[in-house]
């Protein structure tokens, strides 16, 4: 279970087991889970207001508060595995200036202010992480929450930007789909009916041993998450000067 892996591991040294840093980690996780759900439904409560739909204004979806937010099958994923996904935001195209242009930047929405985020997130894993310190201190258990928080945020921004730009319902993917595919057509109504049984096998066979390193999530969010993650890291440490 992923929180109990962050429970047992101290990022710093790498050991394995129950520590005080574990505490940290699982704080830091908290706080990083909420900033990347809840800023990226704000996002598309916002976008949809600036094309003309006060819609998910008027449900309350661009409140601070993340339980207007939360959708628990998603968050369980999310404590359970590291990805999943929030509520759907309260959309009328209707409203939209420009009905296709409101329907794309909204659905893109989300899913860009979590790249935008994980930039900003990974400037400050730089930064913390070149900070010396000495074990056991005030300044080391700040530095440790910080640098960890800062992690955890650019790798759940873009799992979370990742996971939710794939074309399954009723993710932000599947919306994108429909703006340029008729949404009555087979297939949009067999992604419809059937994308959270799909979701879910993907999940499962990143758990059986056998074929867990060549999962499809795995090898998407592993592969394509990482050179992300990467790309942003070494833009923040040629700016800094860091290695």
């Known amino acids: 279970m992923y929180i109990l892996d962050l429970l047992r591991t101290n990022y710093y040294t790498g050991q394995v087991g129950f520590c005080r840093e574990g505490l940290l980690n699982v704080a830091a996780f908290v706080l990083a889970l909420l900033t990347a759900l809840i800023l990226h439904e704000i ?3 916002l976008v949809a207001l600036w094309n003309g739909d006060g819609t998910a204004r008027a449900y ?3 409140s601070l508060n993340p339980i207007r937010h939360f959708d628990w099958i998603g968050l369980l994923m999310m404590v359970l595995v590291g990805f999943g996904w929030a509520k759907p935001v309260p959309i009328n195209p209707n409203n939209f200036k420009h ?4 329907c794309i930047t909204v659905s893109l929405a989300g899913v860009v202010t979590n790249l935008l985020l994980a930039f900003l997130f990974s400037m400050g894993t730089v930064l913390f992480g070149n900070i010396p310190v000495e074990i056991n201190t005030p300044l080391y258990y700040f530095v440790y ?3 960890v928080l800062c992690s955890l945020a650019v790798q759940l921004n873009v799992n979370f930007a990742l996971f939710n730009i794939l074309p399954l319902y009723p993710l932000d993917g599947y919306r994108l789909l429909s703006c340029f ?4 057509n087979g297939f949009m109504t067999f992604l419809r009916r059937y994308s959270l049984y799909i979701l879910l096998g993907f999940i499962v066979l990143n758990y059986i041993p056998i074929v867990r390193n060549y999962a499809p999530l795995n090898l998407y969010i592993g592969w394509v998450g990482n050179e992300i993650y990467g790309g ?6 040629i700016i800094f ?3």
């Open 43 to 45: 996002a598309h409560g």
């Open 60 to 62: 309350g979806r661009l």
């Open 99 to 102: 009905r296709k242009t409101g």
């Open 145 to 147: 929450f910080c640098t």
């Open 181 to 184: 595919v008729n949404e009555r």
């Open 232 to 237: 942003f890291m070494k833009c923040w440490r």
């Open 241 to 243: 000067g860091v290695g």
